[in-house]
């Protein structure tokens, strides 16, 4: 069971990558020096079954999910995924404000955060969000608005 868990959460992050990839639109970073934060923004339904599942997300087209990595640059100009906290909101084009309840998930060196949250199809949502990586004294935000459409 747990290798299926570690398999399903493996799985999960490739497919949040590659999906993040294919829409470019959905995805994005923001760079404030020694670190970054990287963002994809996906219809849960873009999620099989048994990945949803494993990782206790709900599949429906009226729920997005949102994945957050905070980046530290290394000497070498690499990349390294590192912990902290996160937290945020979002909101409908007539400003009506949810707050995103964010899971921290570590697979490997791999840690990034998601969070669900609800949307009508072509409806423009704007993410306003605060990250502090482990730590760090400052807060690093960003703001980025995406229209998903159910399938």
């Known amino acids: 069971m747990i290798n299926y868990i ?15 990839s294919l829409q470019a639109q959905a995805a994005g970073s923001k760079d404030f020096g020694e670190y970054q934060l990287h963002w994809s923004v996906l219809p849960s339904t873009f999620l099989s079954p048994e990945v949803a599942r494993a990782n206790n997300l709900q599949r429906s087209k009226g729920i997005g999910i949102v ?3 905070i980046m530290q640059e290394q000497e070498d100009g690499t990349l390294k995924p590192v912990g902290g906290q996160l937290e945020g909101k979002v909101s409908n084009d007539i400003q009506q404000v949810k707050f995103l309840a964010f899971r921290r998930i570590q697979e490997g060196d791999a840690v990034y955060f998601i969070a ?6 072509g409806e423009l ?7 502090r990586p482990t730590g760090h004294q400052q807060d690093l935000s960003v703001r980025f608005a995406h229209t998903l459409f159910s399938d």
């Open 6 to 20: 570690r398999t399903a959460k493996t799985f999960l992050v490739a497919a949040l990558l590659t999906l993040a």
């Open 67 to 69: 994945n957050i990595s």
């Open 116 to 121: 669900e949250y609800q949307y009508r199809s």
């Open 125 to 131: 949502m704007t993410f306003n969000l605060t990250a």
